[in-house]
């Protein structure tokens, strides 16, 4: 169940179908499957602009899409790979030399005013895509049915969705580890025949609630991306992204492999060696201090997207395959119905996340008795020094008084959903 959260969370970020719709829904599940989404986005944009909710649905999906493929097709051209280490090769039983191999044989030079150009750009699309999702969220009603697993995008970043490149392929084998049963199956785990497995229906329908769910999700992507744009973190890129980028013509390229042996061995301790300078030029200068306390604002538009989200599902009278149902709704998820309690403690939750953005309730800090105030440092902080935070000398222009948030602040969350709470979160947004 914990596998079909998160893997339902991207793939929602991803999907639709058409039920009654005008001409982009009743279009959109062939065009996902095709590859051809950007083509029905093209002709979808003057009925969106004219508030048909399906067509503004599809843009919103397209500009997902693209986002994805533009950040993956940005790391493709420039060779990334998966940060390496002896002990994962040991682990994997491949040489050194095959962990460090990009996927692109012919990677071209890196710098970090292009990196940094890839993910504004990255960003620049969710916000896009976001927008759309919240007109299609707005517009007229439609609902939408897709099998997120044939939905096709370039998952290399090569430039192509080939045949092969669909969701289900990035997820790998769901067959053993989700169970969305069909319209006549009976509940999981029963047959209607002894010895006899219903086939699965991974198809999954969704409307205007989703559409804000998914606005919700780009806020969300888009955060993190736009905290490290508010910074210089040239230091940090020059001291360790070799080992992202190890054909990108980064200053340490070459030297990946030491020429003696500290600790271990020649290969390990260059490896601990960048660990060590990644942790040290981990002190980040803000130089967009604009950008950085809009995050103020997008923090609270993620939590207002998601209670508008909900507001609009609880006012739902279908029950169409929805992968977010109210309490009257049947849950996609096996043996995980959504209650009236755990609607409560959601909104219980956004409205302490709320207070926090506004500074009202601080962030406990283990050194210190007073809190941190988050709303403080998004709109005062002029660097990011993560070691120092965390030992507290950079915390204390920071340190307020008042409430800290603890698990008294979120006891409607942890009475209903206890340990599961990480996944809630992830399903729920």
């Known amino acids: 169940m914990r596998i079909f959260w998160a893997a339902a969370g991207f793939a929602l970020a991803l999907s639709a179908g058409a039920a009654h719709a005008g001409e982009a829904g009743d279009q959109l599940a062939q065009s996902l499957y095709d590859g051809t989404i950007g083509d029905l986005a093209t002709r ?22 693209s ?34 191999a990009p996927l692109n044989p012919n990677p071209e030079p890196l710098t970090y005013e292009q990196f940094r150009d890839l993910l504004d750009s990255f960003s620049k699309s969710l916000d896009i895509a976001a927008g759309h999702m919240q007109q299609a969220g707005e517009g007229t009603p439609f609902v939408i049915h897709i099998d997120p697993l044939k939905v096709r995008i370039d998952l290399d970043g090569n430039g192509e969705a080939g045949a092969g490149e669909t969701l289900g392929a990035l997820l790998g084998d769901l067959g053993g580890l989700i169970d969305i049963p069909a319209p006549d199956a009976p509940p999981p785990g029963k047959n209607k025949s002894k010895g006899t497995e219903p086939a699965q229906n991974t198809i999954i329908g969704f409307d205007n609630s989703d559409a804000i769910w998914f606005a919700g999700y780009a806020n969300i992507t888009a955060t993190p991306i736009e905290i490290t744009l508010a910074h210089d973190f040239s230091a940090f890129f020059s001291a360790y992204f070799h080992r992202i980028f190890p054909k990108a013509d980064l200053p340490m390229q070459d030297f990946s492999r030491g020429q003696g042996t500290v600790m271990m061995d020649a290969d390990s301790d260059t490896f601990i060696a960048d660990i060590v300078a990644a942790i040290h030029t981990a002190d980040f200068p803000v130089v967009d201090r604009p950008r950085l306390a809009a995050v103020l604002a997008r923090l609270s538009a993620i939590t207002a997207l998601s209670r508008q989200n909900w507001e609009m599902i609880l006012a739902e009278t279908d029950d169409d395959r929805e992968l977010l149902p109210s309490p009257t709704q049947t849950s996609l998820v096996p043996d995980q119905p959504i209650t009236e309690d755990t609607v409560k403690a959601w909104f219980a939750t956004l409205d302490q996340l709320d207070r926090i953005i506004d500074g009202e309730l601080l962030l406990p800090h283990w050194r210190f008795s007073k809190g941190f105030n988050l709303k403080t440092y998004f709109e005062t902080a002029t660097e990011t020094d993560l070691v120092m935070l965390f030992t507290g000398h950079a915390a204390l222009p920071y340190l307020s008084d008042g409430p800290i948030a603890d698990a008294a602040a ?20």
Do not use: K
């Not at 979808?44 to 899409?65: H, K, V």
């Not at 940005?74 to 790979?81: A, D, F, I, P, T």
């Not at 009475?415 to 399903?427: H, I, K, T």
């Open 44 to 65: 979808s944009t003057a009925a969106c602009e004219a508030g048909e909710g399906d067509a503004c649905f599809a843009l919103g999906l397209d500009g997902l899409i």
């Open 410 to 429: 979120f006891a409607e969350l942890n009475r209903v959903m206890g340990d599961e709470w990480p996944m809630f979160a992830l399903w729920f947004n």
């Open 67 to 100: 986002a994805y493929e533009i950040l993956a097709e940005g790391l493709y051209r420039h060779g990334v790979v998966t940060p390496n280490s002896p002990a994962l090769a040991m682990v994997l039983g491949v040489s050194l030399d095959e962990i460090m």
